[in-house]
């Protein structure tokens, strides 16, 4: 749920944040006392005050959009100023300061009615972060103290700081954010806000007026941290900074109203889109929270409970959600009915929903073909809907944010990824097709993406269940049969004898695969390549070099294959591109499958319903060393699953094999000897040199290229080329007057072989096949600086990744390190005050037998005394 549907709040009694309406009038001349300051009638704040009289005087009217934006400029640095003194503010200037505060508020508001921000928006971004630069220089002290206000200075700073955050909630919605944006600059900020929120909401009760107690400050942060989070780049920041964990305890509060709980749950769904947030969110147990919260009864607004449901299916696997069909129904009901409604509404909200947040969800489940069908054929909404209608609003929505994209609004562009992925979901389904097909201007716009993606998004992050809309472009139109034909693809010119040579090569088996299998997927790829003798391998880290054509390959790979190998796992059966690879292999080519299976995976039907029929092995453990009883079957598996004609006379599983040249019969080789005459070599087998680097080929290696493309071995002779560089050097010479070519070694050919003439037609294959050959060693070496550039990307990628972990490891460890430091200090101080007790005790206790002491000699004193005094009245009576 968006978060700029309404921003209100109140600082303080009688003014509201709708500045327009705020009194300039100024009743009295101010005098501020400033320690230090002799000269009362030309302070400091009074020489600010005049530059606001006078800047007043300047902003009676908006003019040009160049003045405007100079206008703004003057408003921040005055409003820096203000901010600067107000320490110095008494009780009775709070008035003018708020009112001057009003003056710099009002340019805002009246600027931003003129459309200045949304038509430029990188003057948008300039003036969103000088606002947070304001926010950020003066509000960590403030919000750091406690939420109780005791000077005017305090509450001036306050009412400030809420204006700010209204102001940057405004903004933020047209910022394009970089990854770098939210930097430790504002780490500090966050952290405040941060704790901020959490002591107020501990001071909270169960009383009914538990909302009134919080002030309007709160309400604003929360406000503007729902708007940050709605940029899914900025959440790793928000995540470092702890909200993952702390927006947790702030939802178990189960005294908080819907009003109170509606941002809170919204900035939880945001984290929840992106795939840090999600783990983050999964590790502090947030299903069990949101489930715990709703079984307390405190929410009644049906808003929030929608975005609960959001949210659990966003951080819940399809088979977890369709464990309550009823339940499962409705939800889908209500989410296409919000996409529905807001399809149509003023820019795509309806209810306090962008239409994106619906559509976010239904990419994630469907991905399971039973939700997928319901959605599509049976959910129920006003008006009714129908397949028909509801590929309709998908096609139609995609069409209207294509046309946005300009614009590199990034929410924007998200909703258009959303609606990429959820259309090439539909294009898995036949039935669907015509559907699609038919949509002239829906089809013109993939086929740009496809093509132009580069320059139509800008670049930003994509959770994991989503994929980039380049490649859910070329998988739907791969899906509709739109795709380049495999069959267009070049291949080198063979002759008659080596093409049934070509077609006894070695079997070729695919890897098919999740990417987050990838360790697990390269201890079966090593598995394999010790076989590299009896098998061919295809995988895309190496054949896909580039993202360039990427679908084509991928289909060519499967279609060379005998045996495609799926590593099946969770990850894979949730993979768009892992599920059109088994489509198109199962269903148009029929090719042969070996399942291996991870653990015990939920197989989806769409998966179960095509490779039912085949063996399978299944490996438990998979971070461990392979088992060698399960690498045995599994290659056993392998060779018994390739057809019968690739099966050699040997036992393949054996540690030596017999030879498997690419060509099983020889050829032909004839060599000048120094007399002029020729001479005939068979060697045993020819080199297999099309995998190596044309700057390695040695002199066999030429041979080869001329056996192997059929040129006359005379031109081979004459050329008597030594390296694979010096092919190359000359095939740059050649360009394009390969004739000119021709007329100059014809007479050397005659020269040399007298009785030869140079056909023109074999010297014209001879240039053709070196511009093949130039052609083939500069994609090869493309394709060598592609794969180590991916390589170097993705070691970049895990280094981060592993940098991330580490510092939140290191966070963690911070925050026991301090908790067990605060520990030991209440422990040595309870220590100190039983020391200081014991003392006491032992000091009242020699106190005690002290008087004691006293006491017993006073008792045998009495005594004495008493027996001297019975003698004395003895005596006294007998006298």
């Given at each position: 749920?968006?978060?700029?549907?309404?921003?209100?709040?109140?600082?303080?009694?009688?003014?509201?944040?709708?500045?327009?309406?705020?009194?300039?009038?100024?009743?009295?001349?101010?005098?501020?006392?400033?320690?230090?300051?002799?000269?009362?009638?030309?302070?400091?704040?009074?020489?600010?005050?005049?530059?606001?009289?006078?800047?007043?005087?300047?902003?009676?009217?908006?003019?040009?959009?160049?003045?405007?934006?100079?206008?703004?400029?003057?408003?921040?640095?005055?409003?820096n100023e203000l901010l600067q003194i107000a320490n110095y503010a008494s009780q009775e200037d709070t008035h003018y300061f708020d009112t001057y505060r009003g003056v710099v508020v009002k340019i805002f508001m009246d600027i931003n009615e003129t459309d200045l921000f949304n038509n430029d928006t990188d003057f948008s971004r300039e003036k969103?972060?000088?606002?947070?630069?304001?926010?950020?220089?003066?509000?960590?002290?403030?919000?750091?103290?406690?939420?109780?206000?005791?000077?005017?200075?305090?509450?001036?700073?306050?009412?400030?700081?809420?204006?700010?955050?209204?102001?940057?909630?405004?903004?933020?919605?047209?910022?394009?954010?970089?990854?770098?944006?939210?930097?430790?600059?504002?780490?500090?900020?966050?952290?405040?806000?941060?704790?901020?929120?959490?002591?107020?909401?501990?001071?909270?009760?169960?009383?009914?007026?538990?909302?009134?107690?919080?002030?309007?400050?709160?309400?604003?942060?929360?406000?503007?941290?729902?708007?940050?989070?709605?940029?899914?780049?900025?959440?790793?920041?928000?995540?470092?900074?702890?909200?993952?964990?702390?927006?947790?305890?702030?939802?178990?509060?189960?005294?908080?109203?819907?009003?109170?709980?509606?941002?809170?749950?919204?900035?939880?769904?945001?984290?929840?889109?992106?795939?840090?947030?999600?783990?983050?969110?999964?590790?502090?147990?947030?299903?069990?929270?949101?489930?715990?919260?709703?079984?307390?009864?405190?929410?009644?607004?049906?808003?929030?409970?929608?975005?609960?449901?959001?949210?659990?299916?966003?951080?819940?696997?399809?088979?977890?959600?369709?464990?309550?069909?009823?339940?499962?129904?409705?939800?889908?009901?209500?989410?296409?009915?919000?996409?529905?409604?807001?399809?149509?509404?003023?820019?795509?909200?309806?209810?306090?929903?962008?239409?994106?947040?619906?559509?976010?969800?239904?990419?994630?489940?469907?991905?399971?073909?039973?939700?997928?069908?319901?959605?599509?054929?049976?959910?129920?909404?006003?008006?009714?809907?129908?397949?028909?209608?509801?590929?309709?609003?998908?096609?139609?929505?995609?069409?209207?944010?294509?046309?946005?994209?300009?614009?590199?609004?990034?929410?924007?562009?998200?909703?258009?990824?959303?609606?990429?992925?959820?259309?090439?979901?539909?294009?898995?389904?036949?039935?669907?097709?015509?559907?699609?097909?038919?949509?002239?201007?829906?089809?013109?716009?993939?086929?740009?993406?496809?093509?132009?993606?580069?320059?139509?998004?800008?670049?930003?992050?994509?959770?994991?269940?989503?994929?980039?809309?380049?490649?859910?472009?070329?998988?739907?139109?791969?899906?509709?049969?739109?795709?380049?034909?495999?069959?267009?693809?070049?291949?080198?010119?063979?002759?008659?004898?080596?093409?049934?040579?070509?077609?006894?090569?070695?079997?070729?088996?695919?890897?098919?695969?999740?990417?987050?299998?990838?360790?697990?997927?390269?201890?079966?790829?090593?598995?394999?390549?010790?076989?590299?003798?009896?098998?061919?391998?295809?995988?895309?880290?190496?054949?896909?070099?580039?993202?360039?054509?990427?679908?084509?390959?991928?289909?060519?790979?499967?279609?060379?294959?005998?045996?495609?190998?799926?590593?099946?796992?969770?990850?894979?059966?949730?993979?768009?591109?892992?599920?059109?690879?088994?489509?198109?292999?199962?269903?148009?080519?029929?090719?042969?499958?070996?399942?291996?299976?991870?653990?015990?995976p939920e197989i989806s039907e769409w998966l179960d319903i095509r490779l039912a029929e085949y063996k399978y092995v299944r490996f438990q453990n998979t971070h461990l060393p392979l088992n060698e009883d399960k690498v045995e079957e599994f290659l056993s598996k392998v060779i018994e699953s390739i057809p019968s004609e690739y099966q050699p006379?040997?036992?393949?599983?054996?540690?030596?094999?017999?030879?498997?040249?690419?060509?099983?019969?020889?050829?032909?080789?004839?060599?000048?000897?120094?007399?002029?005459?020729?001479?005939?070599?068979?060697?045993?087998?020819?080199?297999?040199?099309?995998?190596?680097?044309?700057?390695?080929?040695?002199?066999?290696?030429?041979?080869?290229?001329?056996?192997?493309?059929?040129?006359?071995?005379?031109?081979?002779?004459?050329?008597?080329?030594?390296?694979?560089?010096?092919?190359?050097?000359?095939?740059?010479?050649?360009?394009?007057?390969?004739?000119?070519?021709?007329?100059?070694?014809?007479?050397?050919?005659?020269?040399?072989?007298?009785?030869?003439?140079?056909?023109?037609?074999?010297?014209?294959?001879?240039?053709?096949?070196?511009?093949?050959?130039?052609?083939?060693?500069?994609?090869?070496?493309?394709?060598?600086?592609?794969?180590?550039?991916?390589?170097?990307?993705?070691?970049?990628?895990?280094?981060?990744?592993?940098?991330?972990?580490?510092?939140?490891?290191?966070?963690?460890?911070?925050?026991?390190?301090?908790?067990?430091?605060?520990?030991?200090?209440?422990?040595?101080?309870?220590?100190?005050?039983?020391?200081?007790?014991?003392?006491?005790?032992?000091?009242?206790?020699?106190?005690?037998?002290?008087?004691?002491?006293?006491?017993?000699?006073?008792?045998?004193?009495?005594?004495?005394?008493?027996?001297?005094?019975?003698?004395?009245?003895?005596?006294?009576?007998?006298?």
């Open positions: 749920m968006t978060s700029n549907d309404s921003i209100t709040s109140e600082s303080e009694p009688g003014e509201t944040i709708v500045v327009s309406e705020i009194e300039y009038r100024l009743e009295k001349p101010i005098v501020v006392f400033i320690p230090g300051i002799e000269c009362q009638e030309v302070s400091i704040c009074q020489e600010l005050f005049d530059k606001f009289e006078h800047f007043k005087q300047e902003t009676t009217t908006l003019s040009t959009v160049e003045n405007n934006k100079e206008l703004l400029n003057q408003s921040i640095s005055l409003w969103f972060f000088d606002y947070l630069d304001l926010l950020n220089r003066h509000g960590i002290q403030q919000l750091s103290l406690s939420s109780s206000t005791n000077t005017s200075a305090d509450v001036i700073i306050e009412s400030n700081i809420h204006r700010l955050l209204y102001i940057l909630s405004t903004l933020c919605d047209l910022v394009v954010f970089v990854d770098i944006d939210m930097n430790s600059k504002y780490s500090s900020l966050l952290n405040v806000m941060r704790d901020y929120v959490g002591k107020q909401l501990q001071s909270t009760t169960l009383e009914s007026s538990t909302d009134e107690k919080l002030t309007p400050l709160y309400q604003c942060i929360l406000l503007f941290l729902w708007h940050l989070s709605d940029h899914t780049i900025v959440v790793p920041y928000l995540l470092h900074a702890g909200y993952g964990k702390n927006v947790i305890k702030w939802l178990k509060n189960v005294t908080l109203t819907d009003a109170v709980r509606q941002p809170i749950v919204n900035i939880v769904f945001n984290l929840a889109k992106h795939d840090d947030g999600a783990d983050e969110l999964n590790k502090y147990e947030v299903i069990k929270t949101i489930e715990q919260t709703e079984q307390s009864h405190c929410i009644r607004e049906q808003n929030i409970l929608l975005l609960n449901t959001m949210i659990l299916a966003l951080l819940s696997t399809p088979n977890q959600i369709k464990a309550d069909p009823t339940e499962t129904n409705a939800i889908l009901d209500q989410l296409l009915q919000i996409a529905i409604n807001s399809s149509t509404a003023k820019e795509y909200r309806c209810n306090g929903f962008h239409v994106s947040e619906p559509l976010v969800v239904l990419v994630k489940l469907f991905v399971d073909d039973t939700i997928f069908d319901y959605v599509m054929n049976h959910a129920k909404t006003t008006p009714p809907s129908n397949t028909t209608s509801t590929v309709n609003l998908f096609s139609n929505l995609l069409i209207s944010f294509y046309a946005t994209l300009p614009k590199k609004n990034h929410l924007e562009q998200f909703t258009f990824i959303a609606l990429s992925n959820i259309l090439w979901s539909i294009s898995f389904h036949e039935v669907y097709h015509e559907l699609l097909t038919q949509h002239a201007e829906l089809m013109n716009i993939v086929q740009n993406v496809a093509l132009y993606e580069s320059e139509l998004i800008i670049e930003q992050y994509v959770p994991r269940f989503m994929q980039n809309v380049k490649k859910a472009a070329d998988g739907i139109l791969f899906n509709l049969g739109l795709e380049i034909s495999v069959a267009s693809v070049a291949l080198p010119c063979l002759s008659i004898e080596q093409q049934q040579q070509h077609q006894q090569k070695k079997p070729l088996v695919m890897l098919s695969y999740s990417h987050a299998n990838s360790n697990f997927c390269d201890k079966i790829l090593e598995l394999l390549d010790q076989k590299a003798d009896l098998l061919d391998i295809w995988i895309d880290k190496r054949f896909c070099k580039s993202s360039d054509d990427v679908w084509e390959s991928i289909a060519k790979g499967i279609k060379d294959s005998e045996l495609i190998i799926c590593i099946v796992s969770s990850e894979y059966l949730t993979s768009k591109a892992c599920r059109q690879e088994v489509i198109y292999a199962k269903d148009r080519l029929n090719k042969r499958f070996l399942p291996v299976y991870l653990g015990r006379d040997t036992n393949l599983i054996g540690t030596h094999h017999r030879s498997s040249p690419i060509f099983d019969q020889a050829l032909t080789i004839e060599i000048i000897k120094a007399d002029g005459n020729l001479a005939t070599l068979k060697p045993t087998e020819t080199i297999d040199n099309r995998n190596k680097s044309v700057l390695t080929w040695t002199q066999d290696d030429i041979y080869d290229w001329f056996a192997r493309y059929d040129i006359c071995p005379y031109i081979r002779d004459m050329y008597q080329f030594k390296t694979g560089a010096q092919m190359i050097t000359y095939a740059e010479c050649l360009k394009d007057e390969w004739q000119k070519q021709y007329d100059k070694y014809a007479p050397r050919y005659a020269r040399r072989y007298p009785h030869k003439e140079l056909l023109e037609h074999e010297f014209a294959l001879f240039i053709s096949a070196l511009r093949h050959y130039i052609t083939e060693a500069v994609r090869s070496d493309r394709n060598l600086y592609s794969k180590n550039l991916i390589e170097s990307h993705d070691e970049i990628s895990e280094m981060k990744r592993k940098l991330k972990v580490m510092n939140h490891q290191i966070d963690q460890l911070k925050e026991e390190i301090h908790g067990q430091e605060q520990l030991m200090l209440n422990v040595e101080q309870l220590k100190r005050e039983a020391i200081k007790k014991e003392e006491a005790c032992a000091n009242q206790q020699l106190e005690f037998e002290r008087l004691n002491k006293q006491l017993s000699e006073a008792n045998d004193e009495r005594k004495k005394q008493m027996k001297q005094l019975q003698q004395a009245t003895k005596n006294l009576k007998t006298n």
